[in-house]
Each structure stands twice: as structure tokens, then as C-alpha cells.
């Protein structure tokens, strides 16, 4: 996003795809990140993938997936993850999830599994 002198009204980010939630560029596995949320359940407020930080700049979720309990843990642990759809403030947009319930005496993991439209 290029800079604006300050107090400029910014343009209108695009809505989300309506007939789209899910990401038609999938990351196989997903890739760790590391990111900062202010609660448990918030999106991040910013992620950082192979060294380049994300401001983001709006976010819509938790969407809980989880895989079927006789599955059992996936190679990335906990079969439950929560989903957020973001976009940064560039204006690109990713799927990010938590891996596993929230747990006060563990460091959540966070991963990016794919990019959206």
C-alpha cells in the first residue's frame, strides 16, 4: 500500500469473496508463523512468515475445523484448528490458523495454510 499524507480517507478495502471462504492456493504442509493476538480466541493483530512481517488490517473469524475424534493428532499436532481469514495492510489476504486449543501455560502455534483472492 503505498503512503498517504495523514489524515487522507483511505480507499475501501475490497468485501471478502462471498461464494469464496476458502483459499484456492493451499500450502502443502502449512508453514509456521509467528504471530501476536491480543486474546485466545482474536485473530492476530500481526504475523510474521519467512521473515517479512503483516500488519493486518482486518480479520474475520475464529472458524473451528476439526477432523473426525478417531483420527486422532495430525503430523501438526492437535486435530482442532481455528481459521482466520486476514488481510494486511498491503492488501493481501491469507488463511491462518491456530493449531489445538487455547491453553494458558502453552505458546499458541500458529500457521499459514493457504491465500485468498
Known amino acids: 500500500m503505498a503512503p498517504h499524507p495523514p489524515m ?3 480507499p475501501a478495502p475490497k468485501p471478502w469473496p462471498a461464494g469464496q471462504p ?3 492456493r493451499l500450502l502443502t504442509p502449512p508453514e509456521p508463523v509467528e504471530a501476536t493476538a491480543p486474546l485466545p480466541d482474536d485473530p492476530p493483530l500481526l504475523f510474521v512468515w519467512r521473515g ?3 500488519r ?3 480479520a474475520e473469524g475464529p472458524e473451528r475445523i476439526e477432523c473426525e475424534w478417531w483420527r486422532g493428532q ?3 499436532g492437535p486435530a ?3 481459521y482466520y481469514r486476514v488481510e494486511d495492510d498491503g492488501g493481501r489476504r ?3 490458523f491456530r493449531a489445538g486449543l487455547y491453553r494458558p ?3 499458541p502455534r500458529w500457521f499459514l495454510h493457504g491465500f485468498l483472492a
Open 8 to 10: 487522507e480517507r483511505l
Open 22 to 24: 476458502r483459499p484456492l
Open 52 to 54: 517479512v512481517p503483516h
Open 56 to 58: 493486518v488490517r482486518r
Open 74 to 76: 495430525g503430523s501438526l
Open 80 to 82: 482442532v484448528r481455528d
Open 94 to 96: 491469507f488463511w491462518l
Open 105 to 107: 501455560d502453552e505458546t
